[in-house]
């Protein structure tokens, strides 16, 4: 009997870049990053609503190949939004297309898209033949300044987020900011809740920032969007790159502040909660615990709640009161299928002060049930003052 360890280094280069109007003729970014890996076969799949938004791209994105001599493997537009991540519909037909265009471990897929579109697709390139190189092109606020700049695919399994996935390093990113304008507003605004949350858990220099340029950023000014995108973009990816656990092998999360409630209150909401808005509400709700239970100064925990209101972010959906037989918040069974989703000890990021965190391992939750009734009353308020009904919450 013997036993033989090993260490395996593996590095990874991680490309994400930032442009606009990456298709154009005259614009070298694309070209060159393919031509730095050596392949020359390229396969793209489109989200519907990103084609729909740009009639013209179909044509443009093939005549940019085409001008630079690659090896061609066609244009499919496909589905997206929440409801693809369901179930494996939408893997498998991108499964199909790469089989059938013969796309090897050496070719590109570029993919072009929202946060779960670029999830879904993802996922069926990095499983077929073990993982072909992938582009991602995220075209809305939430994928551009966070998931599109990640290292995770997945899609939904036994009614849970993100059950099924896999880590897999993208061969490059590029932030076209141009595609941002193929989103509603709603959809464009909402997507700025991970650069707050990323200011506050890394950088609270960039909280002041955002806190200075709310009024802009609710106005969807072009120039402090597109700012703000991208220092959250590059906050998350510096994270990734240099954090010391790119693939969470360990049980310390810190990007994911507040998701322990927002993704349960997808689930309870059926996922017709937006990701964007129940991260609102769960940063909302972790934002004040931290103040609750001594961590973070009250005063800090308003001023995120002051940026929350001038945003317009949700903090508060009714299906957050969802009980049991035993008048126990469903929301708190979020809690342990967060623990289970990472591994090992529950470790939940709370904020010490704005731009710096503190793992806990337990949270009290009688004085969780306490700031949920604080952000129900905080709702109604809010709402009453804009003349509007409050008697059935939605997600706003």
Same mark, same amino acid.
């Given at each position: 009997?013997?036993?033989?360890?090993?260490?395996?280094?593996?590095?990874?280069?991680?490309?994400?870049?930032?442009?606009?109007?990456?298709?154009?003729?005259?614009?070298?970014?694309? =070209? *060159? /990053?393919?031509?730095?890996?050596? &392949?020359?076969? $390229? !396969?793209?799949?489109? @989200? +519907?609503?990103?084609?729909?938004?740009?009639?013209?791209?179909?044509?443009?994105?093939?005549?940019?190949? =085409? *001008? /630079?001599?690659?090896?061609?493997? &066609?244009?499919? $537009? !496909?589905?997206?939004? @929440? +409801?693809?991540?369901?179930?494996?519909?939408?893997?498998?037909?991108?499964?199909e297309i790469i089989d059938r265009q013969h796309i090897d471990r050496h070719s590109y897929v570029i993919t072009i898209g929202g946060g779960a579109f670029l999830d879904a697709t993802g996922y069926a390139v990095a499983t077929a033949h073990r993982g072909v190189r992938?582009?991602?092109?995220?075209?809305?606020?939430?994928?551009?300044?966070?998931?599109?700049?990640?290292?995770?695919?997945?899609?939904?399994?036994?009614?849970?987020?993100?059950?099924?996935?896999?880590?897999?390093?993208?061969?490059?990113?590029?932030?076209?900011?141009?595609?941002?304008?193929?989103?509603?507003?709603?959809?464009?605004?909402d997507g700025l809740i991970e650069a707050v949350k990323v200011s506050l858990v890394k950088d609270g220099e960039f909280f002041s920032w955002i806190q200075s340029k709310v009024e802009d950023l609710a106005e969807l000014e072009r120039e402090a969007l597109e700012e703000?995108?991208?220092?959250?973009?590059?906050?998350?990816?510096?994270?990734?790159?240099?954090?010391?656990?790119?693939?969470?092998?360990?049980?310390?999360?810190?990007?994911?502040?507040?998701?322990?409630?927002?993704?349960?209150?997808?689930?309870?909401?059926?996922?017709?909660?937006?990701?964007?808005?129940?991260?609102?509400?769960?940063?909302?709700?972790?934002?004040?615990?931290?103040?609750?239970?001594?961590?973070?100064?009250?005063?800090?925990?308003?001023?995120?709640?002051?940026?929350?209101?001038?945003?317009?972010?949700p903090i508060w959906h009714d299906d957050m009161d969802q009980r049991d037989a035993s008048g126990r918040r469903l929301i708190h069974e979020g809690l342990e299928e967060f623990r289970e989703h990472l591994g090992g000890e529950l470790t939940v990021l709370l904020l010490?002060?704005?731009?710096?965190?503190?793992?806990?391992?337990?949270?009290?939750?009688?004085?969780?049930?306490?700031?949920?009734?604080?952000?129900?009353?905080?709702?109604?308020?809010?709402?009453?003052?804009?003349?509007?009904?409050?008697?059935?919450?939605?997600?706003?």
């Amino acid at each position: 009997m013997s036993r033989h360890d090993f260490q395996i280094p593996v590095s990874f280069k991680h490309r994400v870049c930032f442009t606009r109007e990456a298709f154009a003729t005259g614009n070298a970014l694309l =070209a *060159d /990053l393919l031509s730095e890996g050596g &392949g020359r076969r $390229v !396969l793209v799949l489109v @989200e +519907e609503a990103v084609a729909e938004a740009w009639p013209e791209l179909s044509k443009q994105v093939e005549g940019y190949f =085409a *001008d /630079l001599g690659f090896d061609w493997r &066609g244009l499919t $537009v !496909l589905p997206g939004g @929440e +409801e693809v991540k369901v179930d494996d519909a939408l893997v498998n037909r991108v499964w199909e297309i790469i089989d059938r265009q013969h796309i090897d471990r050496h070719s590109y897929v570029i993919t072009i898209g929202g946060g779960a579109f670029l999830d879904a697709t993802g996922y069926a390139v990095a499983t077929a033949h073990r993982g072909v190189r992938l582009v991602r092109f995220p075209t809305t606020t939430l994928s551009q300044d966070d998931s599109g700049v990640g290292v995770k695919c997945a899609i939904n399994g036994f009614g849970k987020k993100n059950w099924i996935g896999a880590f897999a390093v993208p061969y490059a990113v590029v932030n076209d900011f141009e595609f941002l304008q193929s989103q509603d507003e709603t959809t464009c605004r909402d997507g700025l809740i991970e650069a707050v949350k990323v200011s506050l858990v890394k950088d609270g220099e960039f909280f002041s920032w955002i806190q200075s340029k709310v009024e802009d950023l609710a106005e969807l000014e072009r120039e402090a969007l597109e700012e703000c995108v991208q220092r959250s973009a590059l906050a998350h990816a510096t994270h990734i790159a240099q954090g010391g656990d790119p693939f969470e092998t360990g049980s310390s999360r810190p990007l994911d502040f507040g998701h322990w409630a927002a993704h349960k209150l997808e689930q309870l909401s059926g996922f017709s909660v937006s990701h964007a808005q129940a991260v609102s509400i769960g940063l909302a709700l972790d934002t004040l615990y931290s103040a609750r239970c001594g961590l973070l100064r009250e005063c800090d925990a308003e001023r995120v709640m002051d940026v929350l209101d001038g945003l317009g972010m949700p903090i508060w959906h009714d299906d957050m009161d969802q009980r049991d037989a035993s008048g126990r918040r469903l929301i708190h069974e979020g809690l342990e299928e967060f623990r289970e989703h990472l591994g090992g000890e529950l470790t939940v990021l709370l904020l010490r002060e704005l731009g710096r965190g503190q793992d806990v391992h337990h949270l009290d939750e009688g004085l969780v049930d306490a700031c949920l009734d604080d952000l129900k009353r905080r709702h109604r308020i809010r709402h009453a003052e804009d003349g509007e009904e409050v008697e059935s919450a939605d997600a706003s």
